[in-house]
């Protein structure tokens, strides 16, 4: 007979789990095989998609190797040692739970997983921004070179420019009101 049960993320289990990330950021860590470890939670993750929760945690999961991975988003370093150090802790996660129970190990990755993921939301985000940037940019006319790797300094004046755009957009709109270059502030 299967039931589902629904566990909170209590502040006690939280600071559990980031007692445990605390610990993991101090050892020396081997990245290359921690990624690999990872990879196959996720093959394992994504092989046992039973709910929701668990596919959103792998397509986190799956993010966060990508960013460390990926050459051109070039990864600040202090957000690359975090994301390895919580990668580091699926190579031991399975130590502390019994074979018989699977379940229960997934349960635990899924948590630590959301609890980063939550933690790197802006990095998370702006590297979603960068590879859509990317797909436009290799579909747009300015990209000719087929063997040229797209970096995050492209992307960075590419957001640059949009920003100076719609302030200049900005400024025309409303010393269209004002009279002014933006501003109600007058000199008497």
Same mark, same amino acid.
């Given at each position: 007979?299967? +039931?589902?049960?629904?566990?909170?993320?209590?502040?006690?289990? %939280?600071?559990?789990?980031?007692?445990?990330?605390?610990?993991?950021?101090?050892? +020396? $860590?081997?990245?290359?095989?921690?990624?690999?470890?990872?990879? /196959?939670?996720?093959?394992?993750? +994504?092989?046992?998609?039973?709910?929701?929760?668990?596919?959103?945690?792998? !397509?986190?999961?799956?993010?966060? $190797?990508?960013?460390?991975?990926?050459?051109?988003?070039?990864?600040?370093?202090?957000?690359?040692?975090?994301?390895?150090?919580?990668?580091?802790?699926?190579? !031991?996660? @399975?130590?502390?739970?019994?074979?018989?129970?699977?379940?229960?190990?997934?349960?635990?990755?899924?948590?630590?997983?959301?609890?980063?993921? !939550?933690? /790197?939301?802006? !990095?998370?985000?702006?590297?979603?921004?960068? @590879?859509? #940037?990317?797909?436009?940019? +290799? %579909?747009?006319? /300015?990209? @000719?070179?087929?063997?040229?790797?797209?970096?995050?300094?492209?992307?960075?004046?590419?957001?640059?420019?949009?920003? =100076?755009? =719609?302030?200049?957009? &900005? =400024? &025309? =709109?409303?010393? @269209?009101?004002?009279? /002014? &270059?933006?501003?109600? #502030?007058?000199?008497?």
């Amino acid at each position: 007979m299967e +039931k589902t049960y629904q566990l909170n993320l209590t502040e006690n289990l %939280k600071n559990h789990l980031e007692d445990m990330l605390q610990k993991k950021k101090s050892e +020396k $860590i081997n990245a290359l095989e921690t990624i690999e470890t990872s990879k /196959l939670l996720l093959d394992k993750l +994504k092989g046992n998609s039973q709910s929701n929760q668990i596919n959103e945690s792998a !397509e986190k999961l799956s993010n966060m $190797i990508d960013m460390i991975e990926d050459k051109a988003w070039d990864m600040r370093e202090n957000n690359r040692n975090y994301v390895l150090a919580v990668l580091s802790y699926f190579n !031991e996660s @399975k130590q502390n739970v019994p074979k018989s129970l699977p379940e229960l190990g997934v349960l635990f990755d899924t948590m630590m997983i959301d609890l980063v993921a !939550e933690e /790197l939301t802006h !990095e998370r985000d702006s590297y979603n921004d960068f @590879k859509n #940037f990317v797909k436009a940019y +290799k %579909k747009s006319p /300015l990209y @000719k070179d087929s063997d040229q790797q797209v970096t995050q300094e492209e992307w960075i004046k590419a957001q640059k420019k949009e920003l =100076r755009e =719609r302030l200049k957009r &900005r =400024r &025309r =709109r409303d010393s @269209k009101r004002t009279g /002014l &270059r933006g501003s109600n #502030f007058t000199i008497v």
